[in-house]
């Protein structure tokens, strides 16, 4: 039940507390408690993924995260605290614009001017923001591949093929005995990146009599 109420309530950090039009996610990636239907879990734990552009509004959603989750596990009556651990995290990605701009004919002479778009922001997950960070003029683009016959039905449809980020993109590979399909239709996007901060959360749930490993006493006068 703790669990449940803290997810719900991580899902108005965007919406109620980030000022409107500041790039801002906050996910729940996954959920793992118990191990069978009819025996309550004595604890849960939640993977969130924020991802933001500006480092500000990154310390405001952790400083949420964690706040809302110490909240719920206290309203939800729970014995100890819930721990919380920052598992990794990238700062963003930025384009030297200079330098984008000059590499930029390179790119057209070899893929066509058809093939090489500049690209909204995007907040996908690259630790080459560490050069970036150090100073160094960065240009950070992206050459994609397709399977021709899929890449034109998309096209037809007006729909896009799925990123490899979901598992919808997964595909079976060709068997030994018949050679591989090329990759086609070459497409380059200069894109600027801001990458997510990652973070696991354990909130641990009120014992109950029907909870394995429960050895805590409670209060007498605990209803």
Same mark, same amino acid.
């Not at 964690?66 to 605290?81: P, V, Y």
């Given at each position: 039940?703790? =669990?449940?109420?803290?997810?719900? /309530?991580?899902?108005?950090?965007?919406?109620?507390?980030?000022? @409107?039009?500041?790039?801002?996610?906050?996910?729940?990636?996954?959920?793992?408690? !118990?191990?069978? &239907?009819?025996? +309550?879990?004595?604890? /849960?734990?939640?993977?969130? #993924?924020?991802?933001? *552009?500006?480092?500000? +509004?990154?310390?405001?959603?952790?400083?949420?995260? &964690?706040?809302?989750?110490? !909240?719920?596990?206290? =309203? !939800? !009556?729970?014995?100890?605290?819930?721990? +919380? &651990?920052?598992?990794?995290?990238?700062?963003?990605?930025? #384009?030297?614009?200079?330098?984008?701009?000059?590499?930029?004919? @390179?790119?057209?002479?070899?893929?066509?001017? &058809?093939?090489?778009?500049?690209?909204?922001?995007?907040?996908?997950?690259?630790?080459?923001?560490?050069?970036?960070?150090?100073? +160094?003029?960065? *240009?950070?683009?992206?050459?994609?591949?397709? #399977? @021709?016959?899929?890449?034109? /039905?998309?096209? =037809?449809?007006?729909?896009?093929?799925?990123?490899?980020?979901?598992?919808?993109?997964?595909?079976?590979? #060709?068997?030994?005995?018949?050679?591989?399909?090329?990759?086609?239709?070459? *497409?380059? /996007?200069?894109?600027?990146?801001?990458?997510?901060?990652?973070?696991?959360?354990?909130?641990?749930?009120?014992?109950?009599?029907?909870?394995?490993?429960? *050895?805590?006493?409670?209060?007498?006068?605990? @209803?």
């Amino acid at each position: 039940m703790i =669990a449940a109420r803290t997810i719900l /309530a991580l899902q108005t950090i965007v919406s109620r507390e980030v000022k @409107p039009g500041e790039m801002a996610v906050v996910t729940i990636g996954y959920v793992q408690a !118990g191990t069978k &239907e009819n025996i +309550i879990p004595d604890q /849960a734990v939640l993977g969130v #993924n924020v991802r933001s *552009f500006k480092p500000d +509004i990154r310390k405001q959603l952790l400083a949420a995260i &964690e706040r809302i989750t110490k !909240g719920e596990t206290q =309203a !939800g !009556g729970s014995l100890r605290e819930p721990l +919380i &651990e920052h598992t990794k995290t990238t700062d963003s990605v930025y #384009n030297e614009p200079a330098l984008a701009q000059r590499l930029r004919a @390179p790119l057209e002479a070899v893929l066509t001017k &058809e093939h090489v778009v500049t690209q909204e922001p995007v907040t996908a997950s690259e630790d080459f923001s560490y050069f970036v960070k150090q100073g +160094i003029p960065g *240009f950070y683009f992206e050459l994609g591949g397709a #399977n @021709p016959e899929k890449f034109a /039905a998309a096209k =037809a449809a007006g729909t896009i093929l799925p990123p490899t980020t979901r598992p919808s993109s997964l595909q079976i590979r #060709n068997p030994p005995s018949k050679p591989a399909s090329p990759l086609k239709s070459p *497409f380059c /996007a200069i894109s600027c990146k801001a990458p997510p901060t990652t973070c696991a959360s354990q909130s641990p749930q009120r014992p109950e009599p029907r909870r394995p490993g429960n *050895f805590i006493a409670e209060p007498a006068s605990d @209803p």
